[in-house]
């Protein structure tokens, strides 16, 4: 194609919408909701939102409740920035719609208070600061997993949290320094 | 003294609760929401563009194309200056490369401007595109100095006469990726108007930069512009120059009469800041038998873009760093259809790692221990003037003693290829660092009020590096005052206007206009309380009294004493503002870095397994964050060795690795632990707190020791970067 | 990202019931459809979120371990029953992705991950995998991640599933609703000239779950990539190896990064079985191992590579 030098290309960006009704969700059983309205219990917080189905987490979190603290870095579940706890396991809030996490319960950097936040802060675990709540949230999350047993699993065990600015190995210091 | 001390950072306990708020958490009411709709193709022309579906799409407020698009008061030089680049989209048909903004969607939602921007249908006139440096090498050229003044050319002696009759001549091709900033906070811009006056919420390392050149190009004053950043996520130089999507959402903004947000999605800040351009460079070393260098010739090529002809990977230590009378270094560039290159913290390791390999070739091919090889070579005096001795400013030789003890350099190596741990091959290299340390003027002005804590303000940024916390400890040193009493507030160009953070040059240059308005404030209360009867230091000379510890004193008579805050109870609030420098200097900042390297024996993989860097960065101002930021820089060579590396498609000219799982930055794993020394002398040439820049300097030697240890651990020399398993094979 | 339907299913029943109608996908983990409709490449009518159907249960049986479609990889590769039981499957997992997506992603939507192939994933690009008969710029463009065995002119993918890998080494059974158990062997189909087709499931249908028959040996998953973690392989070995008085009885090869499908070398195998597991023979193994390979441009060195590869696994599982 292009070696014929010029030609003509057409390029649909996207995939043409298919003309069904959309925006709403499907009352397919008893537990499925028929609302367009989402509630999520945030830091123990109750919030509806009137969201769209397409909304992610991530997305909700930021622009619907200004919880501004979970960062979008890549929205693709590849820098570990939005990671939050859902029921206490750490997941990227990027790769989950909101709807899909009705009556669970979501923690954001917002709701805890923590001694990894002290020793992040102790070790310099940080520099500009974007990736830190996700790191922080993750860090929570593995010591929930158990216990690491030495500085290699931890640095196994943190790897979905990029840090452009290199703190890592203060990051595995503060980490450390919490779990024993 | 609070200087040098390790205090934590001030800015941390914003940054550990999520409550520090970067360009894209800014609550703004009546918000819109802007994607960006890029070129497809890397070369052609678009011959329609259908935007009828998009514009009927639920929520969408406006599409913006070059038919509609913005009308901007000026045009970018063809030399962009601090333009990242001289091409605005949106005022015509014609492409340069992929991912080129060709339409903008404005909507009430996210997700109905992203959803919108897909349906916006574009057909393209296509043209094949040039993408390969090493297929057009044969259209190099040396393109003009610019307002940066570039150097692509240099010689002295007679570099080739001098190679030619060599006892011990090496010679390499090497090659450089293109690469990626990928901070983790993608770039965002918010804009919003009220009146003819608008507050621009933004990613950027200079608030000076984007407030002067959106001006420009909107047509409007400064004084009608504030930028706001008080936090940035990382920039790395991505976020240096002011690009077009910045005042194009500026622009939308206006005519919309609604405030607008982008936020560039991670493919996107692929083709919309710059990235460091891709080299081939070739270079010989003549020396004598014992290692002593005769001669450099350096040549290399990169990447430009068709608009712009500029190489910001300056090789300048491959003819300043180690004492040697003939040298000649030619820079050229080739011009392809991808975007404008821009600096990426330490443009000069790029060249760094040529030169720095071709040392490691040298001390291979005379048998000369590596770190023996640069003391033979080492410069005094600067080998592009003789006759001006480095004087204080230069403590590599500390460096190289503090890293070789603190590493266990060897000083047998063993041979390549001859040292194995659980089937992989070990190796050891080493590098020297070498940057230039720049200033820029800056502006700090501090209010002192009747409870004696200080508020100290300036328009300049952190931007991950510590400007918060050495900035306070620098004013509660020079006012005498604990670092509780400092507050610093810096983002925003309501603030006396100061230095970019870019070149590593905001500690000495912020750091410098701090002290001085500090000291300055103090000498002000001073006179006040000597000069007022109801002080106890009332009638004192004023030369001999001081601070320490919030309290005014007499020198002689301690005992004589009171408060800044009695002072200024009486008197009233007492301000201060000092710029800092008069006149721009430059210095050099050197460091060695030590690596070792283990090798899978089977599948070539590469693993760091210990780094240790010592730095001569003048005066430490911060022994924690400086140590972070130098940690920080080697890791960032780290991934030049071994992982980052944007692949494009040489038919379609589109970038393949636009995302983090393509482009591999190095993570948690990939990174061991580091240790730093530092030299902590000042350098009095490099600012007047004796301060210079750490954070790109590190970078420059990390990526060549990383390499000559892979070469010690496999007896191959990887000329050609990242070196992936691939290439060990 | 299109707006969609989203409808709950409780049971498989419903969920297959919903997913049947044409435009329907489902969500579990969501951590690949997610971004396979950011990028425009899928877009669904009607999300069927199947997380509250119960089936993530891992339960023991007679001659087997079955394991639900709904565990996640990390509770998998936690389990005693998989990590005692099938090692193998534990450290293929491990291997895979990062600690908060090994939380999301569920066994089913693991097999079910698409290339990652960049080609494939940019829908400004020709694909014939996402839009047939688009054309294929792998085959003479960057192709350094590409197959060396299965591929056609059509399509060159890999297939990046490590489970896949070892559940391939395992013999395991995809459980489909509806249907009898379908060999993993089975279950993923090679492009030829219709890339666009990558397993037997059929639209509407479900995994329900996988089934692992018990068998011999130690193992050992080896994976090859460009960063220490986080990160796809280049080339993957999973090997399980059965040796009595250092004799083959029983051996499973299978590679990941090399082919659209995990690629299993019966042949290696064949080698293998029966001979004393000398130097030399492990040598000749990875040589057979590599018989047929071929390379485009960029990817000849996974060839050298996997037999390095092969090598090495087989030598750690001894």
């Known amino acids: 194609m292009v070696d014929e030098g010029i030609s003509r290309r057409r390029v649909l960006a996207g995939t043409a919408a298919a003309g069904v009704a959309a925006g709403m969700t499907v009352n397919a059983s008893a537990t499925a909701s028929a609302s367009t309205g989402v509630e999520l219990t945030v830091n123990g917080e109750k919030h509806v939102l009137d969201v769209e189905p397409r909304v992610t987490l991530l997305d909700a979190l930021r622009e619907q409740i200004g919880l501004t603290g979970t960062k979008k870095g890549c929205d693709r579940g590849e820098c570990g920035a939005c990671t939050v706890l859902v029921d206490g396991r750490r997941i990227k809030s990027c790769l989950t719609l909101a709807v899909m996490r009705e009556g669970a319960e979501i923690t954001t950097i917002e709701g805890v208070r923590h001694p990894l936040q002290e020793a992040f802060i102790r070790h310099d675990a940080f520099q500009c600061g974007f990736c830190t709540p996700g790191q922080i949230m993750s860090a929570i999350g593995l010591l929930a997993e158990g216990e690491p047993g030495s500085d290699a699993q931890v640095r196994e065990q943190m790897s979905g949290n990029l840090c452009r600015c290199g703190a890592y190995p203060n990051i595995v210091r503060a980490i450390r320094e919490v779990s024993g | 003294m609070i200087i040098g001390k390790p205090l934590d950072r001030v800015d941390g306990p914003a940054k550990v609760t999520g409550a520090a708020k970067y360009a894209a958490d800014q609550h703004i009411p009546g918000l819109t929401h802007a994607v960006l709709v890029t070129s497809a193709i890397a070369r052609g022309k678009i011959i329609r563009i259908d935007t009828g579906q998009a514009a009927r799409s639920p929520g969408v407020l406006s599409v913006i194309t070059h038919h509609n698009g913005p009308r901007f008061a000026y045009q970018p030089p063809k030399h962009p200056w601090i333009y990242g680049q001289t091409h605005v989209p949106l005022q015509n048909d014609v492409i340069y490369h992929s991912g080129q903004i060709v339409a903008v969607v404005i909507a009430d939602t996210l997700e109905r401007a992203r959803y919108a921007a897909t349906l916006i249908q574009i057909d393209y006139a296509v043209e094949t595109p040039e993408i390969s440096v090493e297929a057009n090498l044969d259209k190099a050229f040396i393109p003009e100095r610019g307002p940066f003044n570039l150097r692509y050319e240099y010689r002295r002696g007679d570099a080739h006469g001098a190679l030619a009759t060599a006892p011990v001549r090496v010679s390499g091709r090497y090659r450089t990726s293109m690469q990626h900033h990928n901070p983790m906070e993608p770039t965002a811009t918010t804009a919003v108007w009220d009146g003819d006056h608008l507050t621009l919420y933004e990613t950027t390392q200079a608030l000076a930069f984007t407030r002067q050149k959106t001006a420009e190009m909107l047509g409007v ?509 | 990202m299109k707006d969609f339907q989203y409808a709950r299913a409780t049971s498989v029943t419903e969920a297959v019931r919903l997913a049947r109608r044409p435009g329907a996908a489902f969500v579990a983990g969501g951590t690949e459809l997610l971004n396979l409709m950011k990028d425009s490449v899928q877009a669904p009518d ?214 659209p499908k995990p690629w299993r070398s019966v042949d290696a195998e064949d080698v293998l079985r029966g001979r004393r597991l000398t130097d030399r023979l492990l040598d000749e193994a990875a040589e057979v191992a590599v018989r047929g390979a071929s390379a485009r441009r960029h990817n000849g060195f996974k060839i050298e590579l996997l037999k390095r590869t092969v090598r090495a696994a087989l030598d750690g599982a001894r």
């Not at chain 2, 077009?244 to 947000?261: D, E, M, Q, W, Y």
């Not at chain 2, 004087?391 to 194995?420: I, N, Q, V």
């Not at chain 2, 290299?429 to 009020?449: C, E, L, N, Q």
């Not at chain 2, 408060?563 to 200097?585: I, K, Q």
């Open chain 2, 221 to 729: 004053d400064q004084k009608q512009v504030r930028v706001v950043s008080p936090y940035l996520g990382g920039g790395f130089g991505a976020k240096g120059y002011v690009w077009p999507h910045t005042f194009i959402t500026a622009a939308i903004a206006r005519s919309l009469g609604r405030p607008v947000k982008l936020v560039l999605t991670r493919a996107q800040s692929y083709t919309m800041h710059g990235h460091r351009a891709e080299t081939v460079q070739e270079l010989s070393v003549g020396a004598t038998r014992d290692g002593t260098i005769t001669a450099f010739v350096h040549s290399a090529v990169s990447q430009t873009s068709m608009l712009n002809e500029v190489s910001w990977e300056e090789m300048d230590a491959t003819t300043q760093l180690y004492a040697c009378p003939n040298a000649e270094l030619t820079r050229r560039v080739v011009r392809l259809n991808l975007g404008t290159p821009t600096p990426m913290r330490a443009p000069l390791s790029v060249g760094g790692y040529a030169l720095e390999s071709i040392m490691d070739e040298l001390s291979h091919a005379t048998g000369v221990n590596p770190l023996e090889l640069r003391l033979r070579n080492y410069s005094t005096h600067n080998p592009e003037n003789p006759s001006q001795p480095w004087g204080t400013g230069k403590f590599l030789r500390d460096c190289y003693e503090l890293g070789a003890k603190l590493f266990d350099w060897p000083h047998r190596l063993p041979r390549p290829r001859s040292t194995r741990r659980d089937g992989g091959w070990i190796g050891v290299g080493m590098a020297t660092a070498f940057h230039p340390t720049y200033v820029s003027a800056a502006t700090v002005s501090i209010r002192m009020d009747a409870d004696g804590k200080a508020l100290v303000r300036s328009a300049t940024q952190d931007i991950g590096t510590g400007t918060y916390t050495i900035v306070t400890q620098t004013v509660a040193d020079a006012l005498g005052v604990p670092a509780k009493s400092v507050r610093f507030e810096l983002g925003d160009t309501n603030f006396a206007p100061s230095a970019p953070s870019i070149g590593s040059r905001t500690a000495a240059s912020v750091g410098t206009a701090a002290h001085h308005a500090g000291s300055a404030l103090k000498d002000k209360v001073i006179a006040i309380a000597v000069a007022d009867h109801r002080s106890p230091l009332y009638g004192i000379p004023a030369a001999q009294v001081t601070a320490a510890d919030g309290q005014l004193f007499h020198r002689l008579d301690p005992r004589r004493r009171e408060t800044y805050a009695d002072v200024l109870r009486r008197h009233g609030p007492v301000d201060s503002e000092a710029v800092w420098p008069a006149a721009p200097g430059i210095s050099r900042s050197y460091g060695a870095v030590f690596a070792e390297v283990t090798v899978d024996d089977a599948t070539g993989e590469v693993r760091v397994t210990r780094l240790v860097g010592a730095f001569d960065i003048g005066r430490v101002l911060n022994a924690k964050t400086a140590r972070s930021q130098a940690i920080g820089g080697m890791i960032w060579g780290l991934g030049t060795a071994l992982t980052e590396h944007t692949i494009v498609d040489e038919h379609l000219g589109r970038i393949l690795t636009a995302n983090l799982s393509g482009y591999l930055v190095p993570v948690e794993a990939d990174v061991p632990d580091v240790d730093i020394a530092f030299v902590d002398k000042a350098d009095p040439a490099a600012s007047d707190i004796g301060a210079k820049g750490v954070g790109e300097l590190a970078s420059n030697g990390a990526t060549a020791a990383i390499a000559n240890a892979v070469c010690h651990a496999t007896g191959r020399r990887v000329r050609d970067l990242p070196i992936t398993p691939d290439k060990l094979l």
């Open chain 3, 46 to 259: 009607l999300v069927v979120d199947v997380n509250p159907v119960p089936l993530a249960e891992i339960t023991q049986h007679a001659d087997m371990v079955r394991i639900g479609a709904l565990a996640r990889m990390t509770d998998v590769a936690r389990h005693p029953l998989v990590r005692d039981g099938f090692p193998l499957v534990s450290q293929a997992l491990m291997a895979s992705a990062s600690g908060q997506v090994r939380n999301m992603a569920s066994i089913g939507g693991n097999l079910m991950q698409r290339t990652r192939c960049w080609y494939f994933r940019d829908a400004a690009m020709p694909c014939n995998t996402r839009s047939p008969g688009s054309g294929c710029p792998a085959v003479n463009g960057e192709n350094r991640w590409h197959a060396v065995f299965g591929g056609s002119d059509s399509c060159i993918k890999v297939h990046p599933s490590d489970l896949a890998v070892a559940l391939t080494a395992l013999d395991a059974r995809v459980l489909i609703d509806g249907r009898p158990p379908v060999p993993i062997r089975d279950f993923y189909v090679l492009p030829g000239a219709t890339p666009q087709v990558e397993t037997v499931l059929r639209h509407g249908e479900m995994i329900t779950g996988v089934e692992i028959p018990r068998a011999a040996g130690t193992s050992r998953y080896v994976k090859v990539r460009d960063r220490a973690s986080f990160e796809f392989a280049l080339v993957s070995v999973a090997v399980l190896l059965h040796t009595r008085h250092g004799v083959v009885q029983d051996v499973r090869l299978a590679f990941g990064g090399v082919a």
